[in-house]
């Protein structure tokens, strides 16, 4: 099966600071890739994503980059605030398939 | 618009038992998946419906099925508990399978003992 992995399990930001979450994944065929939140209780709740030609994508507060090359991923938030504390799932999509990484969790310290 | 709800919220069976979940997509969604989420393995794709019918299956035993009604809303059902199904099982719906946008439900947490 996919192999999407995450290269940090936990992250603490201060509230303000930027936020970085990267995924690596394996399969350089994937068509789409898609960063989701996770907030306690609830199911993941897709933030953005980016197709496999492309190599950022920007939303708010949000950028999802896309390195092919070492097929890596990562998310920046901008402006970290306390609602973004989270897990943070990225998936790939291969066909019509999602394949989602253990997620890292993120803690923001006010 | 409603959004995907999933019932019972939770569930604790024993061993050996059987149990049924039930998801109602967004109104209009046609496509249903179902997810497994453990801490250990993240979320595991179980099986996704379009129209009724199966159109894709993860590497799950065959104590693991499901069904989808005229209506969209889906069931799925594990026979013969054990204690390592004990996970959160998420629903997700879309428009149609093959749109990448999906949208989870909360989940059913189902405890083993």
């Known amino acids: 099966g996919e192999s999407v992995g995450l290269h940090l399990p936990t992250l603490s930001v201060q509230e303000g600071d930027n936020s970085i979450i990267n995924c690596a994944y394996s399969?350089?065929?994937?068509?789409?890739f898609i960063w989701y939140k996770q907030e306690s209780g609830k199911g993941p709740q897709f933030i953005i994503d980016?197709?496999?030609?492309?190599d950022k994508r920007q939303g708010q507060r949000v950028t999802v980059l896309l390195n092919k090359t070492v097929k890596h991923l990562s998310l920046q938030i901008a402006a970290t605030q306390p609602g973004d504390s989270a897990v943070y799932f990225c998936a790939e999509i291969t066909g019509n398939q999602f394949y989602f990484g253990t997620g890292t969790s993120l803690t923001v310290i006010p | 618009k409603a959004g995907v709800t999933q019932t019972p919220r939770y569930l604790i069976k024993t061993r050996g038992q059987q149990v049924t979940l039930s998801c109602s997509p967004i109104?209009?969604?046609?496509?249903v998946s179902w997810y497994q989420q453990t801490p250990g393995q993240g979320l595991q794709f179980l099986f996704e419906?379009?129209?009724?019918?199966?159109?894709n299956k993860g590497n799950f035993p065959g104590r693991f099925s499901g069904r989808q009604f005229s209506n969209s809303r889906s069931e799925m059902n594990v026979s013969t508990l054990e204690l390592g199904d004990s996970a959160l099982y998420l629903c997700?719906?879309?428009?149609?399978?093959?749109?990448?946008?999906?949208?989870f439900g909360p989940g059913t947490r189902l405890t083993v003992t």
């Open positions: 399969n350089s065929a994937s068509d789409y």
């Open positions: 419906y379009f129209s009724e019918t199966q159109r």
């Open positions: 109104s209009g969604h046609r496509s």
């Open positions: 980016i197709r496999s030609n492309m």
């Open positions: 997700a719906s879309r428009l149609v399978a093959g749109v990448h946008e999906q949208y």
